[in-house]
T-cell receptor, first 111, second 114 residues
Framework: KQEVTQIPAALSVPEGENLVLNCSFTDSAIYNLQWFRQDPGKGLTSLLL?????REQTSGRLNASLDKSSGRSTLYIAASQPGDSATYLC??????????FGQGTRLTINP | NAGVTQTPKFQVLKTGQSMTLQCAQD?????MSWYRQDPGMGLRLIHY???????DQGEVPNGYNVSRSTTEDFPLRLLSAAPSQTSVYFC?????????????FGEGSWLTVV
């Protein structure tokens, strides 16, 4: 059974810092990996999708990497802003659309 | 374009009552699913559907029923609510055509069973 772990559970950093969020998984036979953002009281918003054959994806200040052999993915956020404060979730696709989620990292960016 | 719409937003039930959480999407997506989110547990898949008339169980299906009579709608039924079903429920949808499709989530339904 795939297990997904995100450490730390919470992270607080000053505005402007670069930061890395971690996601680890136990079964390297993954379909795709997706990073999501969740604001308080809201649903999930898709950020970056890394397909199984890819090693990284970039969108603006966000960069996600995937290393299947070590069972790890990282989400790098450059020049953090208070608007980046949210919970970030890592999801592993088991098959085309079924997701297994980590518990999330609650990120606070302090002005 | 409304995306994925869930109703109700909040609901309080008594133990043993039944209710239906509604989910509708207007993107003509084949795939729809229900997740529950509990503190410290992340989101867990309850049921999913790959098209009208086709449903299947996810990781935590007990106590829940689903049906998919149309492409647009995927209701989740709680037959006899239990306090363990107190949670936040999310509906999601995506296209199955091609690869790397974006999955869209609703805003959630907060359910409390007392």
């Amino acid at each position: 059974k795939q297990e997904v772990t995100q450490i730390p559970a919470a992270l607080s950093v000053p505005e402007g810092e670069n930061l890395v969020l971690n996601c680890s998984f136990t079964d390297s036979a993954i379909y795709n990996l997706q990073w999501f953002r969740q604001d308080p009281g809201k649903g999930l918003t898709s950020l970056l999708l890394i397909q199984s054959s890819q090693r990284e994806q970039t969108s603006g200040r966000l960069n996600a990497s995937l290393d299947k052999s070590s069972g790890r993915s990282t989400l790098y956020i450059a020049a953090s802003q208070p608007g980046d404060s949210a919970t970030y979730l890592c999801g592993i696709y088991q098959g085309a659309q079924k997701l297994v989620f980590g518990q999330g990292t609650r990120l606070t960016i302090n002005p | 374009n409304a995306g994925v719409t869930q109703t109700p937003k909040f609901q309080v039930l008594k133990t043993g009552q039944s209710m239906t959480l509604q989910c509708a999407q207007d993107m003509n997506h084949e795939y729809m699913s229900w997740y529950r989110q509990d503190p410290g547990m992340g989101l867990r898949l309850i049921h999913y559907s790959v098209g009208a008339g086709i449903t299947d169980q996810g990781e935590v299906p007990n106590g829940y029923n689903v049906s998919r009579s149309t492409t647009e709608d995927f209701p989740l039924r709680l037959l006899s609510a239990a306090p363990s079903q107190t949670s936040v429920y999310f509906c999601a949808s995506s296209s199955l055509v091609g690869t790397g499709n974006t999955i869209y989530f609703g805003e959630g339904s907060w359910l409390t069973v007392v």
